[in-house]
């Protein structure tokens, strides 16, 4: 199995900045992509930001685009997203989740809360 940890959540103002981490261990499972998800009470989850491990392409969602930026580093096995100009319609829990060749995204972590006031 593959253990994703997510950290770096908090509260903050509006226009303000936060970086969330994601750090992966286990087992040595083929990851192809991974991504920041969120969900907000009540919402269905979406995705917000997506990184190829291979080549480093990144991909937003319209409402985070020009605000957030995924980035990986490998050596550490961690992916983070910094998160800039943020809106109260940013508060959500975020979950990193890895993309495998078991199939899907095969791996989520716990969650970290972000509140935007």
């Known amino acids: 199995d593959v253990q994703l940890v997510e950290s770096g959540g908090g509260s903050v103002q509006a226009g303000g900045s936060l970086k969330l981490s994601c750090v992966a261990s286990?087992?040595?499972?083929?990851?192809?992509?991974v991504g920041w998800f969120r969900q907000a009470p009540g919402k269905e989850r979406e995705g917000v930001a997506t990184?190829?491990?291979?080549?480093?392409?990144?991909f937003y969602s319209d409402s985070v685009k020009g605000r957030f930026a995924i980035s990986r580093d490998n050596a550490k096995n961690t992916v983070s997203l910094q998160m800039n100009s943020l809106k109260p319609e940013d508060t959500a829990v975020y979950y990193c989740?890895?993309?495998?060749?078991?199939?899907?995204?095969?791996?989520w972590g716990q969650g970290t809360q972000v509140t935007v006031s």
């Open positions: 990184i190829y491990t291979g080549g480093g392409s990144t």
């Open positions: 989740a890895s993309h495998t060749v078991v199939g899907g995204w095969s791996y």
């Open positions: 286990g087992n040595n499972i083929r990851t192809y992509f």
